[in-house]
């Protein structure tokens, strides 16, 4: 019977001239079954979609100035231009808004209400955050995670395709999906992060026979 | 009397706002920012790396510490060789700098998060090449040369960029020439 596995797929490094899913094809192509399911690091399809910036690049509002001195020193919002990125995806109004709610759930003892609302402050990464030649940039989360996995699913014929965010510190969280794919389960798999710390070098990971082995449990 | 009113509840309102402001600049001032410095007054004598009929490579290591009380992020750091030809014009001089900790040749600076009080130590490379082909001969009158190294630093405050000064001295090119 066959079983679950999963597969690292080394690249080179992706930038905003690739495209995710050609990138997909062209480094996993030949190893991607009709039980797969193909996971990507949502950092690499945010940079393949353009979707960062420079600090030198951003103004930051007083807003960012603000919120920044509140957030724990080793988080990506504890800058002021991650902060600042973060309000140019999200808007400065809203994530000021988002703070003052989570600084009150959080006398409630409810966190994570800020990160919650301010889905774009969750998502980014600082400066360091990705592998050279993105140390030196923000890199926001990705656009249209579902439509990037349907793609996926489109060209290589697997069974299924996620988004995915994960970290050393078993974080794991899928931002999108194609249909029928149940994200909670792939997180669960994708937990110890097969995608290594910098996952920009092993973007793509294949969880082989899928399919058959959800269909036999 | 609503003209009274509505003044006094503009003015309650710009109180409440400075207050809440001085708290918070109280709060920035306790809380501090990074301040990661170079330290070239300790940094080591150059010494030979590499050596060819037509070059020579030194390299020496600056410390660096973040003395401040928040996380620094060096974004870049490179350094800038000063020997105009009028100077000194009998050879050509490359220059690059990395974090010892992550070594690498291709100058390129990798990012590094610096937190308070931790430090370490950047290596800076000097390539020598004589523009005749022997670097013995081309090196004689080496006077010394000043090397800016420059740092883009970011943190809780805006981005800036500072330099450190060091010298490579014509003492340390002639010892390590072994003249």
Redesign the interface.
């Given at each position: 019977m066959a079983e679950l596995e999963l597969v690292c797929v080394p690249t080179r490094i992706l930038t905003d001239n690739d495209d995710i899913v050609d990138a997909i094809v062209e480094f996993g192509g030949h190893n991607i079954g009709p039980e797969d399911i193909v996971c990507v690091a949502e950092s690499v399809v945010a940079i393949t979609q353009g979707q960062f910036t420079r600090?030198?690049e951003l103004n930051?509002s007083w807003q960012a100035r603000?919120i920044?001195?509140f957030i724990h020193?080793?988080g990506s919002m504890?800058?002021?231009?991650g902060m600042q990125a973060a309000m140019e995806i999200d808007g400065k109004w809203k994530v000021l808004g988002a703070f003052i709610l989570g600084a009150i759930a959080k006398v409630f003892r409810k966190p994570g209400v800020f990160y919650a609302i301010a889905r774009a402050a969750s998502l980014a990464d600082d400066?360091?955050g990705t592998m050279?030649?993105f140390?030196?940039h923000i890199v926001h989360g990705p656009k249209n995670s579902d439509q990037v996995a349907e793609k996926i699913v489109t060209r290589t014929g697997c069974y299924g395709a996620v988004v995915a965010d994960v970290n050393d510190l078993k974080r794991s969280a899928i931002l999108g999906t194609s249909r029928g794919i149940d994200a909670k389960k792939i997180a669960q798999l994708l937990i110890d992060n097969p995608f290594g710390n910098d996952s920009q070098m092993t973007p793509i990971v294949i969880i082989k026979n899928y399919a058959s082995v959800s269909a036999a449990k | 009397m609503w003209l009274y009113n509505a003044l006094n509840v503009l003015i309650a309102i710009a109180v409440i706002i400075a207050v809440l402001y001085l708290l918070f600049r109280l709060f920035v001032l306790k809380q501090g920012n990074e301040e990661v410095v170079l330290l070239p007054k300790r940094k080591t004598a150059f010494q030979v790396a590499d050596m060819s009929f037509d070059s020579v490579t030194l390299f020496c290591d600056i410390p660096f510490v973040n003395k401040g009380r928040q996380n620094g992020t060096i974004m870049d750091l490179f350094p800038r060789h000063l020997l105009p030809e009028e100077q000194f014009d009998k050879v050509k001089v490359e220059t690059w700098a990395m974090d010892l900790d992550r070594p690498r040749h291709d100058n390129y600076f990798e990012a590094i998060i610096i937190k308070p009080k931790k430090g370490g130590t950047i290596r800076v490379y000097v390539k020598l090449i004589g523009k005749s082909g022997n670097i013995r001969e081309d090196i004689k009158g080496f006077p010394y040369m000043n090397i800016d190294v420059l740092y883009q630093v970011v943190g809780r405050e805006d981005w800036h960029i500072d330099k450190a000064r060091i010298r490579l001295q014509p003492e340390e090119v002639e010892l390590a020439l072994g003249h």
């Open positions: 600090p030198e930051p603000l920044n001195r020193p080793d504890s800058s002021i231009y400066v360091t050279p030649p140390d030196k | -």
